[in-house]
């Protein structure tokens, strides 16, 4: 949320807590009203495996993030080893998913699925 990608962790930051109110008010979420709690990884693998090792602790239900592929591929295995669900956005590099963690999502494609198809609509 800070440096020259904040802009794209701030939209990140909102949309998560957009998702939380949605649930709360739908009724479908857990019963419990927990805070969206943000961090700023600040695009760097050890602030993200930091933030992934405090996520661990207070024993998050699940982790929307990390944006970079570099620091969501080093956080990953912090996340997979407690059972937290991690789901990003934005992390393309084929390794994130290629480990084969359980909790390790991705909803966007990756670095090889967008180059073909950049290449085929060119």
């Known amino acids: 949320m800070t440096g020259d990608q904040s802009k794209m962790g701030i939209d990140l930051r909102n949309a998560a807590g957009t998702c939380r109110i949605r649930v709360e008010r739908t ?3 857990p019963g419990e009203k927990d805070p969206t709690d943000s961090r700023d990884d600040q695009a760097d693998p ?6 992934a090792n405090k996520f661990v602790n207070q ?7 990390h944006w970079n592929s570099n620091c ?4 990953s295995a912090y996340y997979n080893d ?9 992390s393309t590099n084929p390794r994130l998913t290629q480990q084969g963690f359980r909790t390790v999502y991705r909803v966007c ?3 090889d699925q967008q180059g073909s198809v950049a290449a085929e609509f060119v």
């Open 27 to 29: 009724g479908r979420g």
């Open 46 to 51: 050890k602030q993200a495996v930091s933030i």
């Open 59 to 65: 024993k998050v239900v699940a982790v929307v993030g």
């Open 72 to 75: 969501s591929i080093n956080a």
């Open 82 to 90: 407690a059972k937290i669900v991690m789901i990003s956005p934005a």
């Open 109 to 111: 494609g990756t670095d």
